[in-house]
């Protein structure tokens, strides 16, 4: 399999195994429609190896371990089972370290599906694959998207509290496993008043939030709004998402396309949006890998593996009306996680459509590329008055997956 690509599962239980030249921590998280856990209990891992149609074997050191998903018996609010893995040694990265995940009939033994995530450097944890339910069938998923920040990190994205920042020692001392109870963000038990103070006094900051960034359109071009139809824009012009002096409170649809530079060759680039809150801090992101954030104001189409073909490659839908208040700001990215750069691309551009009339709105056309794997194409901006701009960015970046799109992304706001 390669990055995105995926297969229907034939077989009702399925075992992924993760192989690697090193000991390897695998770990199996329940996620819902949200891409969330619906609590600790969700992390499968050698502490907690059992939970709701999912269980881990630990290989002893001598095999890999493994993740099992009984599809049968996992709850019917459960979308996908992501399968992570870490280096069991402290601080130890992926460079040099070939992982391969290994999709089993759980029963029979048969191999269905083998990935090996390319490319792999400072990463110390993965989310390898996933086990997904679509449309009433199963399938399994090759993600190979990398962190940081160690299997903490990956358990935090998904909605897992965890104490340490990185992942415990194994289970010689199951007093002090890394998964807590909700009881963990209260930092002073003595002084059970200052949690429910803390959050609260926060709401007075978003009116000093970062919204009128935008307006820095280039010179002379000023804001301009949709009333005479389709806006065409150049690298950081401003356009305002108001028609008849109304604000556009419909869904919208960004479409991002794009198109080999050289015939014959496929291009595998991944579109996302990243939402941020009025600190400029990242909320979630919306990706080929979660195809869905905030409740579902934010959908994802799914992944284009070639860039082949007429119309939208992948297509972003955002609810306006029904984003959350925190939400102040949406950075729409395209990576390419294979590591082709943009100069391979030809006609990348992205567009804004009505989804309601299919109208398109608003349109940007990288004109340049630079060889980079990831690029900033635009973003969405709510202002004061509640009317949300569009700026067009066409800035490039070092950046493979979106989620190193995020600190550049908090920058560009």
């Keep these: 399999m390669t ?80 399968v992570t893995a870490s280096p069991d040694a402290a601080g130890q990265t992926f460079q040099g370290i070939e992982p391969t995940a290994t999709v089993r009939d759980a029963d029979g033994g048969a191999v269905l599906a083998t990935f090996t995530p390319p490319q792999l450097g400072t990463e110390t944890a993965l989310v390898v694959v996933e086990i997904y339910r679509r449309g009433g069938a199963w399938k399994a998923r090759a993600v190979g998207q990398g962190y940081a920040d160690g299997l903490a990190g990956i358990a935090t994205d998904f909605g897992v509290t965890v104490e340490e920042p990185t992942a415990p020692p194994r289970p010689t001392a199951p007093p002090a496993p890394p998964v807590q109870t909700p009881a963990a963000p209260v930092q002073t038990p003595a002084t059970p008043p200052a949690p429910t103070i803390q959050t609260p006094v926060t709401p007075p900051a978003p009116p000093v939030s970062v919204p009128p960034a935008p307006p820095a359109a280039a010179p002379g071009a000023g804001k301009i709004n949709l009333d005479k139809g389709r806006v065409s824009l150049q690298k950081n012009q401003t356009v305002s998402l108001v028609k008849g002096g109304r604000p556009l409170l419909s869904q919208v649809r960004m479409g991002l396309g794009w198109e080999p530079a050289f015939r014959g060759r496929d291009i595998d680039l991944d579109a996302s949006v990243i939402a941020y809150g009025p600190q400029r801090n990242a909320l979630d992101s919306c990706y080929f ?20 073909g007429g119309g939208d490659d992948e297509v972003i839908t955002v609810d306006l009306g029904g984003l959350p208040q925190e939400v102040t700001g949406l950075v729409f990215t395209v990576n390419s996680f294979s590591g082709q750069k943009f100069t391979e691309v030809a006609k990348a551009y992205c567009r804004l459509v009505d989804a309601a009339t299919g109208e398109e709105l608003v349109r940007f056309d990288l004109t340049h590329a630079e060889p980079q794997t990831g690029v900033m194409m635009a973003k ?18 070092k950046a493979r997956t979106v989620r190193n799109m995020v600190e550049p992304g908090a920058r560009a706001l």
């Design 289 to 308: 890998g979660k195809l869905t954030i905030l409740n579902g104001a934010i959908r994802h189409s799914g992944d284009n593996l070639t860039g082949e």
């Design 3 to 82: 990055p995105g690509s995926n297969i229907p599962l034939s077989v009702a239980r399925v075992t992924v195994d993760v192989a690697a030249p090193v000991r390897l921590d695998v770990s199996g998280l329940l996620l819902t429609a949200d891409g969330k856990v619906r609590s600790d209990d969700d992390f499968i891992f050698y502490n907690q190896p059992t939970g709701p149609g999912v269980s881990h074997t630990s290989g002893g050191g001598a095999a890999p371990d493994a993740i099992t998903v009984d599809t049968a018996a996992v709850p019917p609010d459960i979308e996908k089972i992501v």
């Design 380 to 397: 969405l901006v709510r202002q004061f008055s509640g009317e949300w701009d569009m700026t067009a960015m066409g800035e490039f970046v």
